[in-house]
């Protein structure tokens, strides 16, 4: 496979334009860390944007930074943090789930669109994309979005790129939305619900005046081994359910103690401050109890987004009858389900049973034997379906970009 590594936005366009005039497809990668998620490529090329890694803009004071796609997350992250500023979608990393290096760029990011658990309170990836320069399936380049939150002009299309994986833009430079550090925050540890109670708990505590910015439960599981900050809370042994309130110190520390005495009914809750806090939220971003270094990491994981008042009953039935294991955050709505190997990873069963409650299952990690007998990203309606690919029509006619990634058997 030949790698053709660009310098710019320039490169990219001639790269399109020759691959476009041969119809030979290309493969989109930064560093390459979520390669392994989506159907197997049949592709003659790699698209290298590694050295597309500048901070073009940082305006702390305008709560604007403008970096290009190939910039690595983890050097962002760090020069935000520096600001006391985050990305409040709480991008997740998925390094630990796939075993890959900490090697994601900001284009992986915007392009698989995986928000974490405080998605439920600030949105996810599309919401804090403000703007975008890409090359489109044509070779142009073209410009979406602008540098100001209140931009109203044209079509929003640098939306459409959120969680696109690549299929119908070459990105090459984004600007995003920043947004202050909390000062403090405190997380609520219930202990021992089951799962529709803790579902039932998560549901009160999100619909409470307390600005709740997370709501996860891990259920307890023979399968986990004990690692990591959710380790010291006595998880796996013991299903621990978990509310996050950020803010101030003294309106943080005030809060958790009101939602605490609020959910009295399901039992005492224990308090966690700061950095262990942060740190137990972080392993439930990541996933960290399903790491493929772990005890579950031959296992195919989904990612399902459902109803959250469905979670609690959906994934305790996909657990009982699989003899896999399930973690939930998003108080409900976003399941993340280990279930044990098979020829295609249970994917006829639990999308029937997704599909009952009108929700959608991703297999984010399986081998490529597995991805190419499953349907990766869920199957889309008749009518929503003929709508996407008319979208990815108008980006990408000959089907150059990414192609075959998010609908199996498209490699051809």
Known sequence: MDTLKVRDAKDVEQVVRAALASEQPLEIVGHGSKRAIGQPMATNALLDLSSLNAVTSYEPNELIITVQAGAPLADVLSLIDSKSQQFAFEPMNTAQLLGTPNIGTIGGMIGAGLAGPRRIKAGGA????????????????????????????????????????????????????????????????????????????????????????????????AFRAAQGALADLGSPRQAVTLLRLEGITASAAHRATSLGEALGSFGTAEIVEDATSAAIWS???????????????????????????????????????????????????????????????????????????????TLLRASEA???????????????????????????????????????GSAA
């Open 126 to 221: 599309r919401d804090h994309l403000l703007g975008a320069h890409a090359v489109s399936g044509f070779g142009d380049s073209f410009k979406a979005g602008g540098r100001v939150v209140k931009n109203v002009t044209g079509y929003d299309l640098c939306k459409l790129l959120a969680g696109s994986w690549g299929t119908l833009a070459v990105m090459t430079e984004v600007t995003l939305k920043v947004m202050p550090r909390a000062e403090s925050e405190r997380t609520l540890v219930l202990r021992g619900l089951d799962d529709l109670t803790a579902n039932r708990a998560m549901t009160m505590a999100l619909g409470s005046p307390f600005d709740v910015s997370g709501a996860a439960h891990v259920p307890n599981s």
């Open 283 to 361: 392993s439930v971003r990541d996933v960290a109890p399903f790491a493929a270094g772990g005890a579950l990491g031959a296992w195919p994981v989904w990612r399902i987004v459902c109803p959250p008042a469905s979670g609690g009953a959906l994934g305790q039935a996909l657990a009982r009858d699989t003899g896999g294991d399930v973690i939930y955050d998003w108080g409900g709505g976003l399941i993340w389900a280990a279930l044990p190997p098979s020829a295609d990873a249970s994917a006829g069963m639990l999308r029937s049973r997704v599909n009952a409650v009108g929700g959608h299952a």
């Open 370 to 408: 597995i991805r190419r007998n499953a349907e990766v990203f869920h199957p889309q309606e008749g009518g929503l379906a003929s709508l996407s690919e008319r979208v990815r029509h108008s980006f990408d006619p000959k089907n150059i970009l990414n192609r075959g990634r998010m609908i199996r």
